[in-house]
């Protein structure tokens, strides 16, 4: 099970090269994390909201 906290601790210091995103275990979006520089830093915003607001992470 992956954990919450460790995903936003990914998101908010490397998710500029998606690796929120390879932690879980979506690759695709990982690498277009690290093609485009997070979405341009607007989805690493919306993914650590994304993640904050889950109650349950899976």
Not at 1 to 30: P, Q, R, V
């Amino acid at each position: 099970m992956k954990s919450k906290w460790i995903a936003l601790t990914y998101c908010l210091f490397w998710g500029y090269l998606g690796a929120h995103k390879f932690y879980e275990k979506k690759y695709l979006l990982g690498i277009t994390y690290l093609f485009t520089m997070g979405l341009f830093g607007f989805g690493v915003i919306h993914d650590a909201l994304a993640i904050l607001s889950r109650t349950n992470y899976k």
